[in-house]
């Protein structure tokens, strides 16, 4: 990662610090002790969710990997070793979904029958948060005083609305990556860092095969969605495990507002500081206090660390035994002496 995301993570760790500071340590330590091993119970909770949002990666797998050579539960797999780069190392948002195009392709399917799967998908994962955001805002505009606040929020998603329609108008219909590469092929050469043409106008016609089954996306935006909304019952266990209960609208709408900036702010690694403190604006316009923002904040915080390193070691486990495979099947054999 260059310096520059090193800089914009150094300055979402400062903003937390200061949120932490400006609301007080004592309070969060206290929810905590308060909660005590009850918050134990967020890590089977967060399967749930985790599997909503596989089994729509599944359902645009299916027509490119009949076979099912990704399985359900190893797309569930992926699914966690994605968010776990995303959200524990230093890495731009899209980290993570990199890396699931080479977990795709370790099944054996193609490069570009691996790419086109995620490239779909994360569009579907940006449609299913837009609508959550929608709901988050409606939400807000029936609870809050500030009307101020929700009206600009409103005319945002009205400006985004195009903004996705386009990006899929653009992969359904423009062979994009065919002409991307061709561009940098003519740019730079054959050896380029890009695939070839032929391989790029391969993942084009996957993503259009998938663009055009409006059923299956449709069906996968719903597993999305529902994922996205049931990961805010892990806001709403929290709240009522450190004493400070929320109602399901508003967890609904603080997990739908707060992973909205999270999601326009991908540039910044882990979204540091952007969760914390969309945690503690929107919280505030929900009625929620401050340092109750910030301990839900924290909680996620450190359930993504205790969840996500396990899985990044068993990542690990496996990368090393296909190095092991791959330099083994590299090795000339060896023929006895006469």
Known sequence: MKWSGYLLAALGLGLTLYLLAHLGVGDLFHSVRVAGWGLALLLPFHLLPL??????????????????????????????VREAITRLLPVVSVGGDLLGIRLVMQRGLSGPIAAASVAVEILVSLIAQYLLTVVAVVTLIGTTQSSHVATLLAFGLLVILPILAAVALLLRNARFFERLAAMVEKLLGSQSFVPTSDSAATLDRHIRQLLRDPARLAVAILWQFAGMAINSGELWLASHLIGHPLSVPAAVALEGLTQGASYAAFFI??????????????????????????ALSLIRRAREVVFGLPVLLSWQWLEIRYAKRANASKSPSVEPDA
């Open 51 to 80: 599997a909503l949002d596989s089994a729509g990666w599944r359902v645009l797998l299916a027509p490119l990997d009949p076979a099912r050579r990704a399985s359900a539960s190893f797309l569930l797999w992926a699914a966690a």
């Open 269 to 294: 690694p882990a979204g540091l500081g952007v969760q914390e403190a969309g945690f503690v604006f929107f919280g505030q316009l929900l009625g929620v206090p401050g340092d109750t923002a910030i």
